[in-house]
């Protein structure tokens, strides 16, 4: 006999059982209002798993009279998205029909499309789920017709009381009293990481696994074993992925090395292995520079380091370069140079090379003045000597602007004194 999960037993009946999402489904808040009216409107969820996205549009199925189809858009056709648009105006769909897409991001465009006519005209409520950021995977028109609610990780506390429900659903299904320390319980809500389903999973774990008497003792070792055979939550084709990788590299960017080794543990803790040696390398270039040239060979080296030996030694190199990252004096003046010149060139702003500068050594008929006229620097003193070396309409654009940290002011210094500034 198959045993339905306990999150699904324990799913809400109610908006007020919901866990999480005051900001909105509290009294007065726009969703609340929304569902209380009966008059649903086309909807999309957005946000990470287990935080209740489905359990609402459940519950707003029950409640608005519809025929609800559920489609999965990991494992739905188009043939499925056509046989709910045959059954409109039959008997059983007298009432309208509620479509609830979940994880819609995996529909092709085309497939989106299909439905858009039939949301326009009413003939389909659609609520659809994603764990994906809307705005960049679901089909404008069909976002344009739909309204967007975001709902967030939950708190420890929020995830603390969805289990001492669970407790009291098992306790009574076991005619046993549960017993669990306030110092596991807490430590199951944080390693759930915002996720109802996770904890909830992790706490019929514990309970299947604790030897029962006259009542069910969840011991702190049983719970530190479960937790240590659960994976770090994180979805690497996810917006969470994009979040680390950001707060990351904007960690050490910011100098400061404590979050940047707490975000670097995130990615290593999730095997994330190229992640964090590619953001750290850009991180090394892009945001320490010039202020500090040397560190890019010294990261390069940590990074084939860590790549060489793998998890979990690799975690030592990376370590010491996110440190010495986070901790080297700033510069992103070759980056903005570099922004400013492709900026420049995809405008079209630039012109013909020099001719002083181009790779050809003979004049045509043409030419005002005969010979290359190029100047070699090293035959010159200090090995420099004026030329103009930009196109003509551009040849006093600045793109390179030295950085105020004492690296680059030392060779700003010296290069004021060469070209006798």
Same mark, same amino acid.
């Given at each position: ?71 999965? #858009?990991?494992? #739905? ?206 991180? #090394? ?34 370590? =010491? ?12 003046? /070759?980056?903005? /140079? ?20 181009? &790779? ?18 090293h035959d010159y003193p200090r090995h420099?000597? &004026? ?5 003509? =309409?551009?040849?006093?654009?600045? @793109? @390179? ?5 004492? =690296? ?14």
């Amino acid at each position: 006999m198959m045993i339905t999960p306990l999150a699904d037993r324990l799913r809400p009946k109610t908006i007020d059982e919901v866990a999480g999402q005051r900001h909105i489904l509290a009294e007065g808040k726009v969703l609340r209002r929304i569902i209380s009216s009966g008059n649903i409107p086309n909807l999309i969820f957005y946000g990470p798993s287990g935080v209740g996205k489905t359990t609402v549009a459940n519950i707003i199925a029950q409640s608005c009279g519809k025929k609800l189809y559920r489609l999965n #858009a990991t494992t #739905a056709s188009t043939s499925d998205i056509k046989e709910i648009i045959n059954s409109i105006g039959s008997i059983e769909s007298a009432n309208g029909i509620l479509l609830y897409l979940d994880e819609i991001q995996y529909f092709n465009k085309k497939q989106q499309q299909i439905l858009l006519s039939y949301i326009e005209n009413g003939d389909i409520t659609l609520i659809a789920s994603t764990t994906e950021n809307p705005y960049f995977y679901v089909y404008n028109a069909i976002l344009s017709r739909s309204t967007v609610f975001e709902f967030k990780t939950l708190s420890a506390e929020d995830i603390k009381t969805v289990i001492l429900r669970g407790i009291k659903i098992l306790s009574g299904e076991n005619n046993k009293e549960i017993e669990i320390s306030a110092i596991s319980l807490s430590k199951m809500a944080t390693a759930a990481a915002g996720d109802v389903r996770r904890a909830l999973n992790m706490l019929e774990l514990c309970t299947l696994t604790c030897e029962s008497g006259e009542k069910i003792v969840i011991s702190d070792d049983t719970v530190e074993e479960i937790l240590a055979s659960n994976a770090v939550r994180y979805d690497r084709e996810g917006d969470e992925h994009y979040d680390i990788i950001s707060a990351y590299q904007k960690s050490m960017r910011g100098s400061d090395p404590d979050a940047a080794i707490y975000y670097l543990g995130r990615l290593l803790a999730a095997g994330d292995l190229p992640s964090a040696c590619r953001r750290l390398l850009v991180c #090394a270039n892009e945001d320490v520079g010039l202020a500090y040239p040397q560190i890019i060979p010294i990261v390069k080296a940590a990074v084939d380091t860590a790549l060489q030996v793998g998890l979990p030694e690799a975690r030592l190199p990376l370590a =010491n370069a996110v440190i010495l990252v986070a901790t080297s004096p700033k510069s992103n003046s /070759a980056h903005n /140079a570099i922004i400013a010149a492709m900026n420049d060139i995809e405008m079209g702003i630039g012109g013909d090379i020099p001719r002083q500068l181009q &790779n050809k050594h003979f004049d045509g008929e043409d030419a005002a003045v005969k010979g290359q006229n190029y100047k070699y620097p090293h035959d010159y003193p200090r090995h420099y000597v &004026n030329q103009q070396y930009l196109p003509d =309409n551009i040849k006093n654009k600045k @793109y @390179y602007i030295y950085g105020d940290n004492k =690296n680059e002011q030392k060779f700003k210094e010296y290069w004021d004194i060469i070209k006798n500034k």
